[in-house]
């Protein structure tokens, strides 16, 4: 198997694989960019090359079918398959199987917390007998917030999380479009006491956040990731997550998630997943540019408490696309270089380090941590 082989990018054609790739390109990893329309894949890499002013990205194409067994015949003798594609409940699940069948570790940039429930309770065990990493969410949402979230845990007495994102004038992408409308509409849950909670849907909360001025409208997005993680994890007893954008763009989205749930009261799933999908058509309609970091930035706050202490973290920061981009190479790399320290179903953060993480942010300009 040639380099490029050992680290797969299957959805590397779209606007998040296209950043995965440059951030990779960028670490002198070459890779395999791998989906389902080799025109696309091709053109892809030549933005790619062009942003980062090179003649020619260190990258092979595959074209595959989206089918389990030969998306594991393409990941054979890989190391780690990164999985951009989505929504991830609705098309996800076969890249998953397909990457343990072949003994690959795992990497996706999903926000869907069904998702990653399902996975877990499906995949987790058998990626940690074989020695795997099963690491949903390495992106902007919802590792950010982890790792803001470790900081406070720093401190043993912290039990208890808040955590908000806020996105200041964000456009999203299509398939991030889909995916959060559907998972929006879905039921979601927090941490409370060591149980999960459903969340109500459609519904929002006026947010005062640490280091904003704005009182901002929050939202349950879908649960997060967070809660996910820190489920089993006996440092945690209570873990709620909020979204915040700028107050109309909120409304928007709240109003059409109520419409897909009215719509789809008292019918199947698919039916849900499909009203959704059309909701989120008409929302989106083309790829944003690349984003700015004069303009697309993002604080991402957490309040841990104890029962009787404190302790807050801010991370200010901006380009969230860009930052998942460089989260999954970073986690590429340290893949290839050797053993992660968790295996099975795991955040970032416990796999790759918080600190770890944070100071290579810091590093490239990305943030500033507030404590």
């Known amino acids: 198997m040639s380099q490029a082989g050992k680290i797969v990018v299957y959805g590397a054609n779209g ?6 790739a440059e951030s990779l390109h960028k670490r002198g990893i070459p890779f395999t960019a791998a989906g389902r329309n080799r025109e696309k894949l091709e053109q892809s890499l030549e933005v790619v090359a062009a942003r980062a002013g090179a003649e020619r990205i260190d990258a092979e194409v595959a074209v595959v079918d989206h089918d389990q067994q030969a998306l594991a015949q393409l990941f054979e003798g890989a190391r780690v398959v990164v999985n951009v594609t989505g929504p991830f409940a609705q098309i996800g699940e076969p890249v998953v199987a397909a990457a343990l069948q072949a003994g690959c570790h795992y990497l996706d940039t999903t926000g869907e917390q069904d998702f990653m429930l399902s996975m877990k309770r499906a995949y ?10 099963l690491s949903p969410a390495c992106s902007y949402m919802w590792t950010m ?8 845990l720093e401190s043993p007495e912290i039990d208890s999380l808040e955590i908000s994102y806020v996105t200041e004038r964000g456009v999203p992408s299509v398939a991030s479009t889909r995916s959060f409308m559907r998972m929006l509409a879905s039921p979601h849950y927090f941490l409370q006491d060591n149980e999960l909670v459903e969340w109500p849907l459609g519904k929002t909360w006026d947010i005062a956040v640490p280091g904003a001025l704005t009182v901002y409208k929050g939202s349950s997005w879908g649960g997060a990731a967070e809660p996910t993680w820190y489920q089993d994890d006996p440092r945690v007893r209570s873990c709620k997550v909020l979204q915040c954008a700028e107050n109309t763009a909120m409304e928007m989205v709240i109003g059409a998630v109520q419409q897909i ?21 008409t929302i989106t309609l083309a790829e944003p540019e690349k984003e700015d970091p004069l303009i697309h930035r993002a604080l991402v706050h957490c309040h841990g408490r104890g029962s009787a202490s404190y302790r807050s973290c801010n991370l200010v920061m ?6 998942t981009g460089e989260l999954i190479a970073h986690g590429c790399q340290e893949l290839l270089n050797g053993e992660p320290a968790r295996t099975g ?27």
């Open 15 to 20: 606007y998040t694989g296209k950043l995965i």
């Open 124 to 133: 987790g065990a058998k990626y940690a007998e074989r020695g795997l990493l």
């Open 145 to 152: 917030g982890a790792l803001a979230a470790e900081v406070c």
């Open 261 to 281: 749930v009215a719509q789809s009261e008292g019918q199947p799933d698919e039916v849900r997943e499909a009203i959704s999908n059309g909701v989120a058509d």
């Open 318 to 323: 901006h380009s969230a696309y860009v930052v």
């Open 345 to 371: 179903f795991a955040s970032a953060t416990a796999t790759f380090g918080h600190r770890a993480l944070l100071g290579m942010l810091e590093e490239g300009g990305f943030l500033t941590v507030a404590e």
